[in-house]
């Protein structure tokens, strides 16, 4: 299946889903998928946390808390769940405040490999 | 009831927990309880992350997602849920990987006035 595909199908199980997207920590996304209209800058988000990610990584190792597997940020309006794939790339999933996050959390886990392997 | 006797409850009553706090974003405690040996520094954890909330609050604001309400973050040997009670103020439950990370953020959503309460 390929990696847009695999992404259209993911933003499709998942209520209040705004956008699904695999991303390198450069801030530059391998494939993206929008749905609905999120009434703020989704693409912006994303960008402006991958950065806040790469921080946060950097303290877990610090720390030594063990790797980092994911984020979950929660505002007034919408929910974003960060997910590490690699040391290269991670997955993000956005979604409306009232929108299905475990579900959402869980199609990002079990969707990590299936996400790399349509990068090959 | 004190903040001090608030947290400690709200500890006992979670499974896998290493650390209950109410912070200031200067990253100083107002106060904090902690439990069981989390086999990595705590408060060191805490206070790089209470920089790391305040860039995503910014960001939040620049992309005009509202108001952020939470942060999870889950590494290989733990959960850290922080919860913004105000302007001033942000609460962190501190757990285990197999903690009951459910539990906890609805201690600190339902505890929140009474932490504000218990500094009058």
Redesign the interface.
């Known amino acids: 299946m390929s990696l847009r595909a695999l992404l259209t199908g993911m933003s499709q199980q998942v209520e209040g889903a705004y956008a699904v997207m695999l991303m390198g920590y450069d801030c530059i996304a391998i494939d993206e998928v929008h749905v609905g209209t999120?009434?703020?800058?989704v693409q912006?988000?994303i960008v402006?946390?991958a950065?806040?990610i790469k921080?946060?990584q950097r303290?877990?190792e610090?720390?030594?808390?063990?790797?980092?597997?994911?984020?979950?940020?929660?505002?007034?309006?919408?929910s974003m769940i960060l997910r590490v794939i690699n040391e290269d790339l991670f997955a993000a999933f956005v979604l409306s405040?009232d929108g299905n996050v475990g579900k959402a959390r869980y199609l990002l886990r079990t969707n990590a490999l299936a996400m790399l392997q349509a990068l090959e």
Chains 1, 2 share one sequence.
């Not at 808390?65 to 919408?78: H, L, N, P, R």
């Open positions: 999120p009434g703020f800058d912006m988000m402006e946390y950065t806040v921080e946060i303290t877990v610090v720390v030594g808390a063990g790797d980092m597997e994911e984020i979950t940020i929660t505002t007034k309006q919408s405040r």
